[in-house]
């Protein structure tokens, strides 16, 4: 790595030097023969990526082109805004240029020095200027628009604008979601802050620009939140199928769909979510187990899929594959989709409901299907429902729960195991706030924290202990903290105060998230969520919404309806593809990158080429902010260049472009650039001259460097924009290093391809592979690695497999013995969380600790020592870790309160130098 990286380095600074000081080094006799026409080609480089200024080619004018110094005399030439040419003799020249407005106000200059006229003909030489201007030499006007969508209506905007440092507030003309500002400021740099604000007062999402003010021209800046500032906010799983609502008002869904439950208007099984038809406005979603339910803002409720009982309420039995309005309904405040009917409570305190009533579920007293809404009897105060399997529940407004319907297993609670057609009182709740309603078991959350169930309990559901059945309300063991809860089948969840999730009942699809398959009595924890907000679950599987905004998932998984892109049951938590806020970090040889959640890229360290996104080659020992990003989900780091993934989709680069790296079409970027024809990545992982990026329907994009065919398109050609990987159709995760790849498979196997010197491709050989190869061994895969010249597999059991160069041991196995296919990792039996770097390696255990492991001379290991290991040591001081990135010789780790510890050699990240023990960089993601 650092060998190839000062070839990088040499090239560029080559490259650098001619590109400009483009001047031919021939000598001249000096002689006066006469004039030779020289042409000077005049071109501008733009300090700045950003839109709201034009670019500089439109706004000068004119060139002033001057002969400084040289033997000819000549008079200052002007041209327009295109090259000049000049009669000199022969000798060696200064020039000076100056890029000048309609005004005639210079806002650009510069200068060509040492350049040779040649004897034998004419020379062409190009200028490239930068923008120049003092603040004070004239103003500008400046137009400021704000836009929010009609979903963030009820949200308030604030903004401040000046230079850095003394910011005010400016005085926004509202127009309806718009927001104007005109004002006139000097010449001269500005930063640019937009607030968005709840009901509250709470900022939920920040977006900040710098702006350039010039003499004489308008700039005009537009700030619009929109949909990729949506996070997560509700999730509901039903039979095999997911819903969760955006904070933009619209419902993705994925899972089973034979019944067109997930309203896409199809009948198309979904592994990843996809948007429900025509919905924009839905403030909850309830999973039946093969119909769906959205309640919208005015009260009105759509539904669709299955209809064979009129669950839809739309007065017919006919399955809807898009959303239908339930006539009659246009105050509803909540709604409640169970197997085969439906509930909504109306503004008034009354409850409705619809579909199958053969045991009463509809509670009119009667045992008769509707097809449409009817009134559940005797109810005026109900705030919540919960329909199960052929039985209700609603909590009413006094703390008391009523139930109605089946009640074989003693699922109502109210002592007996009889039917009731009409509300019954559950025996001994008086101060229950949340209620829910599984199969065959009910939960009740009360004010004190605590959670008391109630019905079937085979499988130690009710999580009291026993397994005994309860007619009447039992307490859950070792819940007082408790905050939301959901019944699923024959499990239960709950989030504690801590965002904890614990589980219990039963497990044989791993619906517990406890990486085994054993059933539970009592309340356990789920491994690796520390940060839940909701949790959701129906039959046999289970959600979790994170703080972040991003959603995970585990258990049964047949119809895809985990939502990671495959069908592979999984007995931890695993990430829902395409809705995250994504708060990463990562890291490379000399800087680092962190995602912020406001969509921003915060970078430090070394400053080469770019590589911080800022504009500048400034070596940061802070973190800055890669310019122009608000609304990033990941960051990959690669050698010289950099990725980061936006919340629509498209890719941003930066960096320089020696081997096409960029994919860009442009020799290098001051500050992200788009890559050139993604828009619907949800992955991305850099190497060190080449990018691979996942795309949503399980394909692989590459472009770069191709030398040992790391790009997976059979060729060793490099490629200046994106290419497909051969062969791969149902990927769900990446990983790229310096000159090998990975990539995860939907049914839990690695691929690789690219050098093998080390065996690091895992398939047994030393071959290297321009097409993806099978990695010996793994079929039970839930994370991947890539390393300099190794590589690492989390795999659904918690353990670690590692294969390729062990030296100093950073395959974990206790030899330094090069392993052609993998080998356990030892002593690690809960990891949640692997990263490869360039000779050692790192993990997050379910605790919260991290374990490190290979090469430490830098104190990358965190052990507080310099030693190297061949086995997994502990990294002293951490307990609260979500994910770590390991680079060349320093470790980072994202904490779950959002802030970030790191441990190494961090000469450039301004932490002091070979720090063997973790230390805080004072940045919190969550900012």
Same mark, same amino acid.
């Given at each position: 790595m650092k060998t190839v990286k000062h070839i990088v380095r040499l090239l560029f600074a080559a490259v650098t030097i001619f590109l400009f000081v483009s001047c031919p080094q021939v000598l001249t006799n000096g002689k006066k023969i006469g004039p030779i026409s020289v042409s000077l080609q005049l071109s501008t480089h733009s300090n700045s990526s950003r839109t709201i200024f034009p670019s500089f080619e439109e706004n000068i004018d004119s060139y002033y082109v001057t002969v400084s110094d040289g033997p000819s005399t000549v008079d200052p030439v002007e041209t327009g805004n295109s090259s000049v040419t000049i009669d000199l003799l022969p000798g060696t020249y200064t020039f000076a240029v100056s890029g000048r407005n309609s005004e005639g106000i210079e806002i650009a200059v510069g200068s060509l020095s040492g350049c040779l006229v040649e004897t034998s003909g004419s020379n062409s030489f190009s200028i490239t200027i930068a923008p120049t201007f003092t603040p004070g030499n004239g103003n500008g006007d400046f137009d400021l628009t704000i836009s929010t969508p009609s979903y963030f209506s009820n949200y308030s905007v604030e903004a401040?604008?000046?230079?850095?440092?003394?910011?005010?507030?400016?005085?926004?003309?509202?127009?309806?979601?718009?927001?104007t500002f005109s004002g006139q400021y000097s010449t001269g740099n500005y930063l640019l802050i937009v607030r968005l604000k709840d009901s509250g007062g709470t900022v939920v999402r920040t977006k900040s620009e710098s702006v350039q003010i010039w003499a004489g021209y308008?700039?005009?800046?537009t700030i619009a939140f929109t949909r990729q500032d949506v996070m997560m906010i509700d999730i509901s799983a039903g039979e095999s199928h997911s819903l969760a609502l955006c904070s933009d008002?619209?419902? !993705? @869904?994925?899972?089973?769909?034979?019944?067109?439950?997930?309203?896409?208007?199809?009948?198309?099984?979904?592994?990843?979510?996809?948007?429900?038809?025509?919905?924009?406005?839905?403030?909850?979603? $309830?999973?039946?187990?093969?119909? &769906?339910?959205?309640?919208?803002?005015?009260?009105?409720?759509?539904?669709?899929?299955s209809n064979n009982?009129?669950?839809?309420?739309?007065?017919? $039995?006919?399955?809807?594959?898009?959303?239908?309005?339930?006539?009659?309904i246009g105050n509803a405040i909540a709604v409640s989709a169970g197997s085969n009917h439906s509930l909504a409570v109306l503004s008034d305190g009354s409850v409705v409901a619809w579909g199958w009533n053969n045991y009463g579920q509809l509670g009119n007293g009667t045992t008769v299907t509707s097809t449409s809404p009817i009134i559940v009897t005797g109810i005026t105060n109900a705030i919540a429902v919960s329909a199960g399997n052929d039985y209700s529940l609603a909590l009413l407004s006094d703390g008391s729960t009523v139930a109605w319907g089946y009640n074989y297993y003693g699922q109502l609670g109210d002592g007996t195991g009889t039917n009731q057609y009409t509300p019954v009182f559950v025996q001994g709740v008086t101060e229950a706030t949340t209620i829910s309603a599984g199969d065959t078991h009910s939960l009740a959350l009360l004010s004190d924290g605590s959670v008391i169930a109630w019905g079937k309990n085979d499988y130690?559901?009710?999580?009291?202990?026993? !397994?005994?059945?309860?007619?009447a309300p039992a307490t859950v063991l070792n819940l007082t903290n408790a905050r939301v809860i959901a019944a699923g089948g024959?499990? &239960?969840?709950?989030?504690? $105060?801590?965002?904890?999730?614990?589980?219990?009942?039963?497990?044989?699809?791993?619906?517990?998230?406890?990486?085994?398959?054993?059933? &539970?009595?009592?309340?356990?924890?789920?491994?690796?969520?520390n940060e839940a907000i909701a949790v959701a679950t129906k039959k046999d599987f289970s959600l979790a919404i994170l703080s972040d905004g991003s959603v995970v998932s585990w258990g049964y998984n047949y119809f895809g309806q985990l939502g990671n892109g495959g069908k592979t049951d999984f007995s931890t938590p695993a990430s829902v593809q395409g809705i995250t806020s994504s708060i990463n970090v990562s890291i490379n040889s000399d800087n680092s990158f962190a995602v912020l959640s406001n969509g921003s890229i915060a970078a430090w360290g070394k400053n080469t080429s770019w590589k911080l996104g800022d504009g500048t080659t400034i070596d940061r020992a802070t973190p800055v902010a890669a310019s122009g990003i608000t609304n990033a989900v990941a960051v990959s780091a690669g050698s010289t260049h950099n990725l980061g993934l936006l919340s629509s989709g498209d890719i941003v680069t930066w960096g320089t472009n020696f081997y096409c790296d960029l994919g860009t079409g442009s020799s290098f970027a001051f500050t992200p650039t788009s890559v050139l024809g993604i828009t619907d990545a949800i992955a991305i992982s850099a190497g060190s001259c080449f990018s691979l990026a996942l795309i949503s329907g399980g394909t692989i994009a590459a472009w770069g460097y191709n030398y040992y065919g790391v790009l997976g398109d059979g060729s060793t050609t490099n490629r200046d924009a994106p290419v497909t990987v051969q062969g791969i159709t149902n990927a769900i995760a990446i990983s790229a290093n310096v000159n090998h790849s990975l990539a995860l498979l939907s049914d839990g196997s690695v691929v690789a391809w690219g050098n093998n010197s080390y065996g690091q491709l895992g398939d047994g050989t030393a071959t290297t592979r321009t097409i993806p190869v099978s990695v010996q061994g793994i079929a039970n @895969?839930?994370?991947?690695?890539?390393?300099? &010249?190794? $590589?690492?597999?989390?795999?659904a059991d918690g353990t670690i497999v590692a294969w390729g160069d062990n030296y100093c041991g950073k395959l974990g196995d206790g030899t330094?013995?090069?392993?052609?296919?993998?080998?356990p990792v030892q002593g690690i039996a809960t990891a949640t969380s692997v990263s490869a770097g360039d000779s050692h390696s790192l993990a997050v255990l379910s605790n919260g600790s991290v374990v490190a492991w290979g090469y430490n001379l830098g104190g990358q290991l965190g052990d507080g020592t310099t030693t190297y290991r061949l086995t997994p040591v502990s990294v002293q001081g951490i307990t609260n870790a979500t994910t770590v990135s390991a680079g060349s010789s320093h470790s980072l780790a994202v904490l779950s309160d959002g802030t970030i510890s790191a441990w190494g050699n961090y000469y450039y990240l301004g932490l002091g130098l070979d720090d063997v023990m973790p230390h805080s960089i004072g940045l919190n993601l969550y900012q």
């Open positions: 401040q604008f000046g230079p850095t440092g003394s910011l005010t507030d400016l005085s926004l003309t509202e127009n309806e979601t718009s927001f308008p700039t005009n800046a008002g619209t419902v !993705k @869904a994925w899972g089973n769909n034979w019944w067109g439950q997930l309203g896409d208007g199809t009948w198309t099984d979904r592994t990843s979510p996809v948007n429900v038809a025509a919905i924009t406005n839905a403030v909850t979603v $309830s999973a039946g187990f093969r119909h &769906s339910l959205a309640l919208l803002s005015d009260g009105s409720v759509l539904a669709w899929g009982f009129g669950q839809l309420g739309d007065g017919t $039995s006919t399955e809807r594959e898009s959303p239908v309005t339930i006539p009659g130690g559901q009710l999580g009291d202990g026993t !397994k005994q059945t309860r007619y024959n499990h &239960s969840l709950a989030v504690l $105060s801590d965002g904890s999730v614990v589980s219990w009942g039963y497990n044989f699809y791993g619906q517990l998230g406890v990486n085994n398959n054993t059933d &539970s009595a009592i309340p356990i924890t789920v491994q690796g969520v @895969a839930i994370a991947i690695s890539a390393g300099y &010249s190794h $590589s690492l597999a989390l795999l330094t013995t090069t392993r052609y296919t993998p080998v």
